[in-house]
């Protein structure tokens, strides 16, 4: 079965500070990789996806990750952290059953940005 | 984003009360999920469905009923509500948004509804 591990539960970064956050998963074949960010009191909001091609990917709100097979990790990035980024993020893989995807997720990472 | 909808955001009810909880979308997709986040937790997949009149058990064990008789809901039910079914429960919907083409195979969520059980 695929897990996913976040090993930072909480992350606090001064604003302007670059931000890494760690993904690890575990999966027998190329994953389904996603990126997602919840607000309090807010739904998921999907930051980026990896499926295939271009390790590097771009999301949205200026974040990247990096999809590394021989390291299993796929790490969220940001150069320059905003006040508005103070959320939580999730990481998760997704695998099909049936025609339906699975989505596993991470515990999440909290990140706090101090002024 | 896709348009996806919960009713009601939050809710608090007594123990042995039947509640149903609502989920909509308006993108036509046919694939809907229910995931469980506890407090300070990952969520867990508890239904999903592959389309009308389709609904499976996802990996966390619940006692609540999923029907899908229309495509765009996918409400969930509980017959008797219990303090241990205090939760925040998220829907999402998977399919193409139209405003992105490159939405294909991504779940698009709900902003939740929290429940509270007394």
């Known amino acids: 079965a695929q897990s996913v591990t976040q090993p930072d539960i909480h992350i606090t970064v001064s604003e302007g500070a670059s931000l890494e956050l760690r993904c690890n998963y575990s999966?027998?074949?190329?994953?389904?990789l996603f990126w997602y960010v919840q607000s309090p009191g807010q739904g998921l909001q999907l930051l980026l996806k990896y499926f295939s091609g271009d390790t590097l990917v771009q999301g949205i709100k200026g974040f990247e990750a990096e999809f590394k097979r021989s390291q299993s990790s796929f790490n969220l990035r940001k150069p320059s952290v905003h006040w508005s980024d103070a959320a939580e993020y999730f990481c998760?893989?997704?695998?099909?059953?049936?025609?339906?995807?699975?989505?596993?997720f991470g515990s999440g990472t909290q990140l706090t940005v101090l002024p | 984003e896709a348009d996806i909808y919960q009713t009601p955001r939050y809710l608090v009810i007594g123990t042995g009360k039947k509640i149903t909880l609502e989920c909509s979308q308006t993108?036509?997709?046919?694939?809907m999920y229910w995931y469980q986040q506890d407090p300070g937790m990952e969520l867990h997949l508890i239904h999903y469905?592959?389309?009308?009149?389709?609904?499976e058990k996802g990996d966390l064990s619940s006692e609540s009923t999923v029907s899908r008789i229309r495509t765009e809901h996918f409400p969930l039910t509980l017959e008797s509500a219990r303090p241990s079914h205090t939760s925040q429960y998220l829907c999402a919907s998977e399919g193409v948004v139209r405003r992105d083409v490159s939405s294909t195979d991504t779940q698009y969520f709900g902003p939740g509804t929290r429940l509270t059980v007394l």
């Open positions: 998760a893989v997704g695998v099909y059953s049936g025609s339906a995807r699975q989505l596993t």
């Open positions: 999966y027998g074949a190329t994953p389904y």
């Open positions: 993108m036509g997709h046919d694939k």
């Open positions: 469905s592959y389309g009308v009149n389709s609904t």
